[in-house]
């Protein structure tokens, strides 16, 4: 049973409103509520307790799943992996940020949670930066391994702060709040997070305990850090080690899981391709220390024979399950072929569940039926998936459910926290970052690198789908070894060039790692959004008309989210400035 996420708490919450009330000299003597006295926070004991609250923020802190670490909504929704899903007076306030009509003026608070909740995380590491600064019982030794823990939970809140937002304001535990509001709008957030990370890498020890950060998970995300600003050699160099030497944090050697199916089980939590994620606990008195942030993701109206029983939201799109089509060589179709009529995934769009439907024959990418719950195809332990029935509105979002991060049957009340309004609360660890990513990104290097090998990205890129390709993990018929549909897939034989390969990395994460919540800011950085965004409103608004039509991504806006008009109202604009096009 997991147990280590914490409760949250509001360190700085507690902080803003003793700085801003007028207050008579008595009430100055009086200890604020929920806070902590410096030297209750002065041991190695409270500071760890200050650190795990800075943990509990990568979970969200306000109860918001918008504000989850697995960008459902922002990477995945709005990376066109899925749709919304439901229907539409359902979580409205999605309707125009999937649309890409994203406000500043948000109703639902969706963007404002967003960076309150990755502030908070900033604010927290930095409160244990300043609790170890001021600390005389701390150990050297406990002291740099506490202080690189909490640099590299900031440098992660300040990297997802970056590639939502790009203007944002950076500042580290010796700026006093009274300082907050001189510091510049778009500081240089890599030049911070660079350095939080490496501090992390070069003093952090390689195994730090299940559900810490480690050596290893602070190179992967600075190499990955390297990648987005393009310093590729940089990058390549980090994603070598890590890959060579990385281990997790409770010290399995770096590896590919045999079955696929297994990154997504809560039993299997804390395994060889973990290499930063995101721990879940049950039966704490509070389901936020679950999956909270996937409650909606669950097909709908299931009843007792499908999980969650709720909501119907994350929907796989069309094209993404289209894009799971191969040729007869077992190769995905890099030419964009898979929407083509003659390529296109059979579902069963506008069929009634009791009307009669055949499953699609064709080739396919195994990695479909462990990524998006279809018609007639084995859903987990639980049932065949059933179709419209357990699709809210099918006119509106599509006939597919989400199918990874999915609780099992077998697992239910154990693996699952039912104490609240719905039983949709999983407790699995989410993986931010696993290694089938970091060894696609250390293609990408190898590829864009001076002195890089189009090889070594083929060793990479293959040695995924390979793990893929293990027919032995295959989504089975129900008691039965026969395979659930027409998997075809290879391996490639090799990289004529770097455009080839280019195509096939990109290609590739998109089968890998579809609904983890990637593709919009994999898109974003290699500069195609417009491009690839724009394709897939055209397809997808053929068939899902309400949702779609008439939607477009503004090339040199939709790029970035904008900054919420509440943090720009509370400061100044001399502090935030709006991003471009809003």
């Known amino acids: 049973m997991k147990t280590f996420k914490l409760k949250k708490t509001s360190l700085l919450l507690g902080a803003l409103l003793l700085a801003s009330m007028s207050c008579s000299d008595e009430f100055l003597q009086v200890a604020p509520t929920d806070?902590?006295?410096?030297?209750?926070?002065?041991?190695?004991?409270?500071?760890?307790?200050?650190?795990?609250?800075?943990?509990?923020?990568?979970?969200?802190?306000?109860?918001?799943?918008?504000?989850?670490?697995?960008?459902?909504?922002?990477?995945?929704?709005?990376?066109?992996?899925?749709?919304?899903?439901?229907?539409?007076?359902?979580?409205?306030?999605?309707n125009p940020i999937q649309r890409y009509e994203a406000s500043p003026v948000d109703p639902n608070n969706d963007f404002n949670n967003l960076w309150r909740g990755r502030y908070e995380g900033v604010s927290r590491a930095n409160k244990v930066l300043s609790a170890i600064a001021n600390s005389t019982e701390l150990t050297a030794a406990d002291a740099t391994r506490l202080s690189g823990e909490?640099?590299?939970?900031?440098?992660?809140?300040?990297?997802?702060?970056?590639?939502?937002?790009?203007?944002?304001?950076?500042?580290?535990?010796?700026?006093?709040?009274?300082?907050?509001?001189?510091?510049?709008?778009?500081?240089?957030?890599?030049?911070?997070?660079e350095s939080d990370l490496q501090y992390a890498y070069d003093n952090l020890p390689a195994v730090n305990g299940a559900g810490r950060v480690n050596k290893w998970a602070a190179g992967a995300l600075l190499a990955k850090a390297k990648l987005y600003q393009q310093k590729f050699g940089e990058a390549k160099d980090l994603f070598d080690d890590v890959i060579e030497n990385g281990v997790t944090s409770n010290g399995l050697k770096y590896d590919l899981l045999d079955d696929y199916a297994q990154i997504y089980n809560a039993e299997n939590d804390n395994h060889a391709e973990a290499v930063f994620d995101v721990e879940s606990a049950n039966n704490t008195g509070n389901v936020q220390n679950a999956n909270a942030f996937d409650d909606l993701n669950y097909p709908y109206n299931t009843g007792p024979d499908g999980p969650g029983n709720c909501c119907g939201f994350f929907q796989p799109s069309f094209e993404m399950a289209n894009s799971y089509r191969t040729g007869a060589d077992g190769l995905p179709l890099l030419d964009k072929s898979y929407n083509n009529p003659e390529n296109v995934v059979k579902n069963d769009f506008g069929l009634e569940a009791d009307e009669p439907f055949v499953e699609d024959d064709g080739p396919l990418d195994p990695r479909i039926d462990h990524a998006i719950g279809r018609r007639g195809i084995p859903y987990l332990d639980w049932i065949e998936h059933p179709g419209k029935a357990w699709i809210r509105s099918q006119p509106y979002a599509g006939p597919y459910s989400p199918k990874k991060y999915i609780y099992y049957r077998s697992q239910e009340n154990s693996f699952t926290d039912g104490s609240s309004w719905t039983r949709g609360y999983a407790t699995m660890n989410y993986t931010i970052i696993r290694f089938a990513d970091v060894l696609l990104m250390a293609a990408e290097a190898e590829i864009e690198a001076p002195g890089g090998s189009l090889d070594k990205a083929l060793e990479y890129v293959n040695r995924v789908r390979r793990r893929a390709a293990n027919s032995e993990h295959w989504v089975k018929e129900y008691d039965s070894d026969e395979n659930a549909a027409n998997y075809v897939i290879s391996e490639y034989t090799s990289f004529p060039n770097a455009d080839f390969a280019r195509d096939a990395v990109r290609f590739e994460r998109k089968l890998e790692l579809s609904g983890e919540g990637h593709r919009f800011f994999d898109l974003v950085r290699w500069g195609v959004a417009a491009e690839e965004l724009n394709e897939y409103l055209d397809y997808e608004s053929t068939l899902l008309v309400t949702k779609f039509g008439g939607a477009s991504f503004v090339a040199g806006k939709n790029e970035y989210f904008p900054i919420p008009q509440a943090q720009i109202d509370i400061t100044g604009s001399d502090v935030l400035q709006q991003n471009p096009g809003y």
């Open 35 to 94: 806070s902590l006295a410096d030297s209750q926070v002065s041991t190695k004991a409270g500071i760890d307790g200050l650190l795990i609250g800075t943990y509990s923020a990568l979970n969200g802190v306000f109860g918001n799943r918008f504000e989850g670490p697995n960008h459902w909504a922002t990477g995945s929704v709005v990376g066109g992996d899925a749709n919304k899903g439901t229907d539409a007076g359902d979580y409205s306030s999605l």
């Open 150 to 193: 909490a640099r590299m939970l900031r440098g992660h809140f300040y990297f997802d702060l970056k590639k939502h937002f790009n203007n944002i304001v950076v500042f580290d535990e010796t700026v006093a709040p009274e300082d907050l509001a001189t510091l510049p709008n778009n500081g240089d957030a890599w030049a911070i997070i």
